[in-house]
Nanobody
Framework: QVQLVESGGGLVQPGGSLRLSCASS????????MGWYRQAPGKQRELVAA???????NYGDSVKGRFTIARDNAKNTVYLQMNSLKPEDTAVYSC?????????WGQGTQVTVSS
């Protein structure tokens, strides 16, 4: 069982930055493909960014050029650096870990972009 814990969410003004973290204390994440997803009220969950165990990355169209996903295997943590935040980035952000047929989710962290 993989337990994921997200942190770093909060309230930020438009144009600001936040860095989200996704950590696991009980599992070695370097073997997993990792992803960040978000879900805004009344909307479907969407992919924000993903990173494979080998370090290849993929981003949703709406965040390309603004968000960066990275992993620190030594710290067993995956990060999402979010810059130039917009009100439409407001959502609950969740990370997941995939290995073969197995997928695990964290509980999510709220990001609110508002002046």
């Amino acid at each position: 069982q993989v337990q994921l814990v997200e942190s770093g969410g909060g309230l930020v003004q438009p144009g600001g930055s936040l860095r989200l973290s996704c950590a696991s204390s009980g599992s070695i994440l370097r073997f997993y493909n990792m992803g960040w997803y978000r879900q805004a009220p009344g909307k479907q969950r969407e992919l924000v960014a993903a990173i494979t165990s080998g370090g290849s990355t993929n981003y949703g169209d709406s965040v390309k050029g603004r968000f960066t996903i990275a992993r620190d295997n030594a710290k067993n943590t995956v990060y999402l650096q979010m810059n130039s935040l917009k009100p439409e980035d407001t959502a609950v952000y969740s990370c997941n870990a995939l290995l073969g047929p197995y997928i695990y989710w964290g509980q999510g962290t709220q990001v609110t972009v508002s002046s």
